[in-house]
């Protein structure tokens, strides 16, 4: 009857709204992750979509790093940066397939300081750059790959 | 999954020294399954959230270029011997990790 058939497209409408919202709730919680930054594939673009653009070389941002990576699956990156307001700090690797790395933001007594440990597909400038008081800065070395971390 | 985590929090002087250990794959979604050539899918974990007594103190958004076994230190101001550090992250995928340690 048509009744039914009416109540049924109701109640399936229903379930199709219900299955979207269950299906698309993963990716809700990954609102913060900035995609398109993290997926360009030439380093200008993905300082611009970072928010890093026209960034300015400051020796208040330290970088430590090797010079000579010979695992670069596993290149060891610690950054400091001293320039006062510093709100957040990104790593940057000039030659990979995506350049942005991360980004860390810091807040209610973190210090601009982070460790970490990152993969390089060859030799590079990798590039640490730095928020502060709604200006840029970076710094950057160069490390040598002699063995490739990304695979493929 | 609180095994993937791995916290030891110290004191040093005025700040507390945090470092973590996350068990995950990070898969680039670059690389090649060297028996069958296909592409083996990414999985990696994106974001990640410290807390301290609850309170939010560092943000992170991670891509692909993260290590496997991702290894994350960080330094907080103002914390002292006994306070909680909490970590939670998520992947692409939608699985969540946390971890919880209290600062020595």
Same mark, same amino acid.
């Given at each position: 009857m048509n009744v039914s058939r009416r109540t049924f497209l109701i109640n399936s409408v229903s379930i199709a709204s219900a299955t979207t919202i269950l299906t698309f709730a993963p990716f809700a919680l990954a609102d913060n992750w900035n995609r398109q930054a993290f997926t360009d594939k030439v380093l200008n673009n993905a300082m611009k979509d970072a928010g890093y653009d026209n960034a300015v070389e400051s020796t208040g941002i330290l970088l430590k790093t090797q010079?000579? *990576?010979?695992?670069?699956a596993v290149v060891p990156i610690e950054a400091t940066s001293n320039?006062?307001?510093?709100t957040s700090l990104a790593i940057f690797i000039d030659?990979?397939?995506?350049?942005?790395?991360a980004e860390f933001s810091f807040m209610n007594? *973190?210090?601009?300081f982070i460790a970490t440990r990152v993969k390089m597909a060859k030799t590079s400038l990798v590039r640490i750059a730095v928020k502060a008081g709604g200006k840029t800065y970076f710094t950057g070395k160069s490390v040598k790959v002699t063995s490739g971390g990304c695979g493929g | 999954m609180t095994d993937s985590i791995k916290m030891r929090a110290t004191q040093q002087g005025d700040f507390a020294d945090i470092k973590v250990l996350f068990r995950h794959d990070?898969?680039?979604?670059?690389?090649?399954?060297?028996?069958?050539?296909q592409l083996i899918p990414a999985h990696f974990i994106d974001l990640v959230t410290a807390t301290l007594n609850g309170t939010t103190v560092l943000q992170a958004q991670w891509g692909i270029g993260v290590s496997k076994n991702p290894f994350l230190e960080f330094r907080v101001k103002g914390a002292k011997s006994g306070d909680k550090v909490a970590i939670s992250a998520v992947d692409n995928l939608g699985q969540h990790y946390t971890g919880e340690t209290t600062i020595a």
């Open positions: 010079e000579i *990576a010979e695992n670069g320039i006062p307001g510093t030659n990979n397939p995506n350049p942005l790395i007594g *973190a210090e601009p | 990070m898969e680039t979604g670059l690389r090649k399954d060297s028996k069958t050539g």
